[in-house]
């Protein structure tokens, strides 16, 4: 990403949230959580999920959220599943969509859909460690630090500026479950957080930088 950008203008009033998961949804339990807590200002308009078998649509249902399926594999292109879940969101009035857990690659189309206006968290110290398994690559690969991003979606995988991050130690006796376990539970607290900055506004984008106002 280059050039200078800046939160998307209007609807600052709206904190609404839609979030897209594939499965267990530990980090949408977390958003929940932290709005009925009070730590974070916001609604979850709508819970979207590529799978209809995704445990996290439970949690969804459990809090009173609506909730939606769009099965990847009935549309007939990544393009046409992709515009699908934008409509959604839209027709939801989403300002924010959070990525937690959802597998799918979203296209150039649904990026500019919501210019600044998708977040991911991936799980370790980002540019290190994109793609799957990135709890397993950073242990494999015998790093003492790793940890959890939550950055603003570009059309590149696991790019795009940085909102949070949080550093968590690779201990001696860590196997990689062990490890994903200690980056899950910073990765719950780092979200919420995120989305609390983003949605309280006063940021731009300088270069692939994300800037606060201090
Ligand atoms: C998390 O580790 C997240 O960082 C990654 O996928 C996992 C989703 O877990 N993108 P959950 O569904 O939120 O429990």
């Known amino acids: 990403m280059s050039g200078q950008g800046?939160?998307?203008?209007?609807?600052?009033?709206?904190?609404?949230?839609?979030?897209?998961?594939s499965g267990r949804g530990s980090n949408l339990q977390a958003i929940i959580d932290a709005i009925a807590e009070r730590r974070l200002d916001a609604e979850i308009a709508v819970v979207i999920s590529n799978r209809r078998d995704a445990a996290g649509?439970?949690?969804?249902?459990?809090?009173?959220?609506?909730?939606?399926?769009?099965?990847?594999?009935?549309y007939e292109s990544r393009e046409a599943?992709?515009?699908?879940?934008?409509?959604e969101l839209k027709r939801r009035g989403v300002r924010l969509v959070c990525l937690a857990g959802f597998m799918r690659l979203l296209g150039d189309s649904f990026v500019a859909a919501f210019p600044n206006a998708i977040l991911n968290i991936h799980p370790s110290l980002l540019p290190a460690f994109v793609g799957l398994d990135a709890q397993r690559q950073a242990w494999e690969h015998g790093v003492r630090v790793t940890g959890a991003t939550v950055h603003i979606v570009?059309?590149?995988?696991?790019?795009?500026?940085?909102?949070?991050?949080?550093a968590?130690?690779?201990?001696?006796?860590?196997?990689?479950?062990?490890?994903?376990?200690?980056?899950?539970?910073?990765?719950?607290?780092?979200y919420p957080e995120a989305i609390q900055?983003?949605?309280?506004?006063?940021w731009r984008i300088d270069g692939r930088r994300f800037v606060e106002a201090s």
């Open 81 to 87: 599943f992709d515009a699908a879940v934008a409509v």
């Open 6 to 21: 800046s939160e998307p203008t209007g609807g600052r009033g709206n904190r609404r949230l839609g979030v897209l998961i």
């Open 168 to 190: 968590v130690p690779v201990l001696p006796a860590d196997t990689p479950e062990s490890l994903a376990a200690r980056i899950l539970v910073e990765e719950h607290r780092i």
């Open 154 to 166: 570009t059309p590149e995988l696991d790019d795009g500026p940085i909102v949070r991050q949080a």
């Open 197 to 202: 900055a983003v949605l309280d506004g006063g």
């Open 57 to 74: 649509l439970d949690r969804a249902r459990r809090a009173g959220i609506g909730t939606a399926v769009f099965s990847h594999a009935s």
